[in-house]
């Protein structure tokens, strides 16, 4: 069986790139052209010698057509991330997560592959309107971003619904680990602490999230990709416990022993009407449909998280915001 990761240079594809490689799987990586040739997380990673390279760009439906042909599986996670950033330049989005996953789902159906998974966020539930969020809260884009990821999903659903496309929607909660960049809160926090910065500067601490260690967002990924009956499915992934911001700097702070003085900076706050206030995952429906389950707490994944940051932080510049 052969398996496409697009996005497998970044954070979470690269993670399941390599679990992929360790299940046996024979694996190709889709990775953005660049002219140095780099291959992002996987240009150091062990397994870089058992995977089959393919430069390309989620843009350009030539390269993905090329690159999805012989593929039995597509673990579709390239795309833009960053929400600050999608305030600046909305047209990068709309192009790189609506018309890329187009690009994926057009090829998959000319090459007859078995599967899609896409991968989602919770983003696009914007700020919780009841909690546990199951996957039939309603949509509410507050970001571009959000608005592109929920056209990209329903695009895939489309897919599914109009050609039969055997398509699952995973939709991850706020996934972190080793090698996430620091545009996220948690790698955020650690490389400030870790600086022995006088003051860490972050926006709101209100908000909550769910967050899930990268090794168990993998794992439902695997576990959705690989059970019956969940084509044209929509699944939540996620730990079904939530954390304020501020308590999670605490927590962090204790995790690594050094007392954190917290300031908000105000670029780094999110415009009021944008600003999710609380995620909370119900996971039912991933427990009754796969084998999944949750392996690391949020203590168990920090540490992990945090040891890793430690032996790497030359690769953050903790002294600037990243949008």
Known sequence: MRILVTGSGGFIGSHLTERLVQEGYDVR?????????????????????????????IRDYDSVRDAVKGVNIIFHLAALIGIPYSYKSPLAYIKTNIEGTYNV?????????????????????????YVPIDEEHPLHAQSPYAATKI???????????SFNLPVVVARPFNTYGPRQSARAIIPTVITQVLSRVPEIKLGNLSPTRDFNYVKDTVSGFLAVAFSEH??????????????????????????????????????????????VERLLCDNKKVKQLTDWETKYSL?????????????NLEKYKPGIYNV
């Open 29 to 57: 990586a889709f990775l953005h052209y660049n002219s140095l040739g780099h291959w992002g997380w996987l240009e150091e990673s062990s397994i870089r010698n058992q995977i089959d390279v393919y430069l390309g760009d």
């Open 151 to 161: 056209s990209a999903d329903q695009l895939a659903l489309s897919f599914f619904r």
């Open 299 to 311: 203590e168990e994944g920090l540490k992990e998280t945090v040891e890793w940051i430690k032996n």
């Open 105 to 129: 789902l057009q090829a998959a159906l000319d090459e007859g592959c078995s599967r899609v998974v896409h991968t989602s966020t919770s983003e696009v539930y914007g700020t919780a309107q």
């Open 230 to 275: 969940v084509e044209g499915e929509v699944i939540n992934i996620g730990s079904g416990v939530e954390i304020s911001i501020g308590d999670l700097v605490q927590l962090i702070s204790k995790i690594i022993g050094i007392d954190a003085n917290v300031v908000q900076e105000k670029q780094r706050v999110r415009p009021g009407k944008s600003e």
